[in-house]
């Protein structure tokens, strides 16, 4: 159980396009999902919690309006990147609680974002 | 500003020696804390949580944790080869979020 899925798991895209990036709970229902992103050789950074049927929760610093979050159903949340940019090249990592316990997250395998 | 450290290494340890990685955080008050793996280019993994002061043990991997010294680790013995990759430290401040530390790279070697 407590299985989330990403798609796609790599995408490379030009610089001013947008890219779509879809996390899914397999075997459970997520009310909140949480978006991250990762640098090489960093760690994990929170940009948003995305919780179903309302608005995400940005974290200080990421910009809203590029980092477009929808949650429109129990298992599916969405991260659109806006007009992106070379900068954006990074790891985006979604995680979720498993609906048995409200504390801890599981990932998705993440996916990979290059902008050319 | 609510914080979790962890030594970056590279910590190297021989196959078959226990393995300790440490990790530190701010909040005294927190209340739950989460280990997990990553290896290079993947999401990260969970190992264990914890929840209360002593150990928690499942298989080869032991937590500890001391919230009077606010202070949490993990013990990986036996240490296969398969064990190599970046231990994230993560707690949960009571803001339903984590907050990660830099992670404990790790090295067995054969």
């Known amino acids: 159980g407590a299985v989330v899925s990403q798609h796609p798991s790599w995408v490379i895209c030009k610089s001013g396009t947008s890219v779509k990036i879809e996390c899914r709970s397999l075997?459970?229902?997520?009310?909140?999902m949480f978006w991250y992103r990762q640098f090489p050789k960093q760690s994990l950074m929170l940009m948003a919690t995305?919780?179903?049927?309302?608005?995400?929760?940005?974290e200080q610093g990421v910009e809203k309006d590029k980092f477009l979050i929808n949650h429109a159903s129990l298992t599916l949340s969405t991260l659109t990147v806006t007009s992106a940019h070379p900068e954006d090249s990074s790891f985006y990592i979604c995680s979720a609680y498993s609906g048995r316990s409200t504390d801890t997250q599981y990932f998705g395998p993440g996916t990979r974002l290059t902008v050319l | 500003q609510k914080e979790v450290e962890q030594n970056s290494g590279p910590l190297s340890v021989p196959e078959g020696a226990i393995a300790s990685l440490n990790c530190t955080y701010s909040?005294?008050?927190?209340?739950?804390f989460f280990w997990y793996r990553q290896y290079s280019g993947k999401s990260p993994e969970l190992i264990m949580s914890?929840?209360?002061?002593g150990d928690k043990e499942d298989g080869r991997f032991t937590a500890q944790l001391n919230k009077a010294s606010q202070y949490v680790s993990l013990l990986i013995r036996d240490s296969q080869p398969s064990d190599s990759a970046t231990y994230l430290c993560?707690?949960?401040?009571?803001?339903?979020?984590?907050?990660f530390g830099t992670g404990t790279r790790l090295t067995i070697i054969p």
């Open positions: 914890i929840y209360s002061n």
């Open positions: 995305s919780n179903e049927g309302s608005k995400a929760t940005y």
């Open positions: 993560a707690v949960n401040f009571g803001n339903e979020k984590l907050t």
């Open positions: 909040d005294r008050g927190s209340q739950s």
């Open positions: 075997d459970f229902q997520a009310t909140t």
